[in-house]
């Protein structure tokens, strides 16, 4: 970011200090996921495990993203190189605070074009998702009632962000930072004995620190790096993204309907 200012003529200001804070030291990302966490209600997971199938068929959107943005290089249409497309694919994830702390990792050079992608795409979801569930759904199956789910214990809710951090950490220790955080405020939620910090979490502090990433994001826009060619195809890469990911978690709902 300092780099950036130099080379347009102006010396590092407070958006740099901004982003060399926020995104450069990846403390933002984390503490939105510790919001996050804080907000989340695992009951109906834990009650019906068989749902985790669908977060996870979701995810071939993110495959092909990563397949189609190596697909665009290797036909000479736009350059994107393996870490720009693994950068782009997470897109697919719907998650904004992943894809700035993943790109931020992977190609920075892209990042506000993948913020920008990532954050407009999940606003979108409204206008992307319904006509892809509709088109793959009868009206019978869209009449399905959901059954009661079991009552979850509260021991069940402060063992599981334990267990999976345990998990996590021994089997993806990359990704331990942000599901550590994402964890931390689940169980902060779930224990009852922290309900003022945990409130802080979920409300005034994930507001401020989304102000803080926003305007380093924001920062990452000036017109010549992000009028390119490469953001017109992270543009079209995230709405197949979106796109295939929904596709894919609801043909595994009609599967799981079939079992």
């Known amino acids: 970011m300092e780099n950036l200012a130099v080379d347009m003529g102006y010396t590092p200001g407070v958006l740099a200090l901004f982003y060399k804070v926020a995104i450069g030291s990846g403390v933002a990302p984390l503490v939105i996921f510790m919001g996050v966490g804080a907000m989340t209600d695992f009951g109906p997971l834990l009650a019906n495990p068989r749902t985790l199938l669908l977060g996870a068929a979701a995810q071939f959107g993110i495959f092909a993203t990563v397949l189609g943005a190596l697909t665009l290089n290797y036909f000479g249409l736009i350059s994107f190189t393996l870490p720009q497309a693994a950068a782009i694919g997470i897109i697919g994830g719907a998650d904004g605070p992943t894809a700035i702390y993943l790109s931020g990792k992977l190609a920075p050079e892209l990042l506000g074009a993948i913020a920008v992608a990532a954050y407009s795409y999940m606003a979108l979801v409204p206008l992307i998702q319904p006509p892809i569930m509709k088109a793959l759904t009868s009206e019978t199956e869209r009449k399905i009632r959901m059954v009661q789910l079991r009552t979850v214990s509260k021991r ?104």
């Open 156 to 259: 069940e809710k402060i063992l599981f962000p334990v267990v999976l951090l345990m998990l996590v950490a021994l089997l993806l220790p990359d990704a331990a930072p942000l599901l550590g955080m994402f964890c931390f405020g689940n169980l902060m939620r779930e224990s009852g004995v922290v309900e003022r910090l945990s409130d802080t979490v979920q409300n005034g502090l994930i507001n401020i620190v989304t102000i803080f990433l926003g305007l380093s994001v924001g920062a990452k826009l000036v017109a010549d790096k992000f009028l390119q060619p490469q953001t017109l195809g992270i543009l079209l890469l995230g709405v197949v993204a979106f796109g295939i990911g929904t596709a894919a978690g609801v043909l595994m709902a009609k599967l799981l309907n079939l079992c």
